[in-house]
């Protein structure tokens, strides 16, 4: 069974630019959540997606972010436009239907975004 | 959200158990205890998680203190590819239906040949 897949794994753009990240989440699973670490920080929650609607949208950091889950399989992330604090690794996630009780959140390997 | 405390480094030498520590005073009565593990370049990784029994998997035990105030994460023999960061979690429900989890810095764990 494929992991969760995220596309591209490494981004550089100019400050300004926008840029589109693209998470694959495990299939069948309904949740897929969004987390970033900026340089020096921990990584932070951005977003939770459960199949196509927006579950938990409190950790975005402004409306120069938008995620979108269309059909409730994969989601993107824009950021537009870009500003270098932005600058960071992009962690997707996945989990199965929490009322099942499972727990565990299944990461992808990141997407690195440099802005110049 | 509960708060969890962690030592910034560890070393084990290889073929031994590594016990690492967790303790998150604040603890809910409804917060489960997580461990995930990030290795260099990679994404964090599901380890072990419980609620107030000690628990045990392929990976890994966790054991939960009486007054779940504290938590042990227990490799039983660390190899090489357990150096990474481990990072102990309080899995808190958000109130709209998210379990988002909450990274601190972890507890960065070198394995010594």
């Known amino acids: 069974e494929a992991g969760v897949t995220q596309f591209p794994s490494h981004s550089v753009i100019e400050k300004g630019q926008t840029v589109t990240l693209r998470c694959d989440p495990i299939s069948g699973h309904d949740n897929l959540y969004w987390y970033r670490r900026v340089m020096g920080k921990e990584i932070k929650f951005l977003l939770h997606f459960v199949k196509e609607s927006k579950q938990d949208e409190s950790g975005m950091p402004n409306n120069r972010f938008l995620a979108e889950r269309t059909g409730g399989t994969y989601s993107t992330l824009k950021v537009q436009p870009a500003e270098l604090e932005d600058s960071g690794v992009y962690f997707c996630a996945s989990s199965q239907d929490l009322l099942a009780g499972v727990h565990e959140q299944y990461f992808g390997p990141g997407t690195r975004l440099t802005v110049t | 959200d509960a708060k969890t405390t962690q030592p910034n480094s560890m070393e084990s030498n290889e073929e031994e158990p590594v016990h690492l520590p967790c303790n998150h005073s604040?603890?809910?009565?409804?917060?489960?205890i997580h461990w995930y593990r990030q290795l260099p370049s990679q994404g964090p990784e599901y380890v072990i998680h419980g609620l107030t029994s000690n628990v045990n998997n392929r990976m890994a035990s966790l054991a939960i203190a009486e007054d779940r105030k504290s938590s042990t994460l227990i490799l039983h023999r660390a190899t090489l590819r357990d150096a990474a960061v481990y990072y102990c979690i309080l899995r808190a429900y958000s109130g709209a239906g998210s379990y988002q989890l909450t990274f601190g810095k972890g507890t960065k764990l070198s394995v010594i040949p």
């Open positions: 604040t603890i809910s009565g409804t917060d489960y």
